[in-house]
């Protein structure tokens, strides 16, 4: 009788946890990544999303070989309580980025000296002076931060193909706001320069990547 109680009032914090989270979201403090537009060390709160634009501000799971991404070998526990999204993902396997092309974009870098989207210039920071160009599949993003050398799918072309991609069931989630009360951010001036840009083409089923080489992230 006491195992069958307690198993009701884990389930029953379970349920009242999940339903906590998806009306105000994960809270997460910034890193140096998405400065100017969001200052290290503001707190966010992340959300899931059904709907992703171009511009938003979101936490994601890279591909395992980008930079600071590593394999969770956390306990069974951990990653279950991950995947019903009362955890934040292991530690080092989730960035802070925005999203610079959705499906059917033309990202293409960069004559002159800009990184374009569908032809309009964007503030994405461009790498290494690299050359590439890619049509952004269904079911995928094409991912960078706001401040130079930051995480990128711009960093992974060449050698990673799809996977400098990030697929849509590895964003945790969108950050619909940041700071407190009295510390707030203008999220929404981040991602203005993306808003305005012409929709792309219709998505091709697997993306289309022309890059030479990748530069050093």
Same mark, same amino acid.
């Given at each position: 009788?006491?195992?069958?109680?307690?198993?009701?009032?884990?389930?029953?914090?379970?349920?009242?946890?999940?339903?906590?989270?998806?009306?105000?979201?994960?809270?997460?403090?910034?890193?140096?990544?998405?400065?100017?537009?969001?200052?290290?060390?503001?707190?966010?709160?992340?959300?899931?999303?059904?709907?992703?634009?171009?511009?938003?501000?979101?936490?994601?799971?890279?591909?395992?070989?980008?930079?600071?991404?590593?394999?969770?070998?956390?306990?069974?526990?951990?990653?279950?309580?991950?995947?019903?999204?009362? !955890?934040? +993902? *292991?530690?080092? &396997?989730?960035?802070?980025?925005?999203? %610079?092309? #959705? =499906?059917?974009?033309?990202?293409?870098?960069?004559?002159?000296?800009?990184?374009?989207?569908?032809?309009? !210039?964007? +503030? *994405?920071?461009? &790498?290494?002076?690299?050359?590439?160009? %890619?049509? #952004? =599949?269904?079911?995928?993003?094409?991912?960078?931060?706001?401040?130079?050398?930051?995480?990128?799918?711009?960093?992974?072309?060449?050698?990673?193909?799809?996977?400098?991609?990030?697929?849509?069931?590895?964003?945790?989630?969108?950050?619909?706001?940041?700071?407190?009360?009295?510390?707030?951010?203008?999220?929404?001036?981040?991602?203005?320069?993306?808003?305005?840009?012409?929709?792309?083409?219709?998505?091709?089923?697997?993306?289309?990547?022309?890059?030479?080489?990748?530069?050093?992230?």
């Amino acid at each position: 009788m006491v195992a069958l109680e307690l198993c009701a009032a884990l389930l029953l914090a379970v349920v009242m946890a999940t339903a906590l989270t998806g009306l105000t979201g994960r809270p997460l403090v910034a890193d140096d990544s998405m400065q100017p537009a969001v200052p290290e060390g503001t707190r966010l709160w992340v959300k899931d999303a059904h709907k992703l634009a171009r511009g938003d501000l979101v936490v994601v799971e890279p591909h395992p070989q980008w930079a600071g991404a590593r394999k969770d070998s956390s306990s069974r526990l951990n990653r279950a309580m991950r995947s019903l999204r009362l !955890a934040s +993902p *292991a530690q080092g &396997t989730r960035m802070l980025t925005r999203i %610079v092309g #959705v =499906p059917g974009d033309e990202v293409r870098c960069c004559a002159d000296g800009r990184v374009l989207v569908n032809g309009a !210039a964007t +503030p *994405a920071p461009p &790498t290494g002076g690299n050359f590439f160009r %890619v049509v #952004v =599949p269904e079911g995928f993003y094409f991912v960078s931060t706001d401040a130079p050398g930051g995480a990128s799918s711009q960093c992974y072309l060449h050698r990673l193909g799809s996977g400098a991609l990030v697929p849509r069931e590895r964003v945790v989630g969108k950050s619909y706001s940041a700071g407190w009360p009295w510390a707030r951010v203008d999220l929404a001036r981040g991602a203005a320069p993306y808003t305005g840009i012409a929709p792309g083409s219709t998505p091709p089923r697997d993306p289309i990547i022309e890059a030479a080489k990748d530069p050093a992230c």
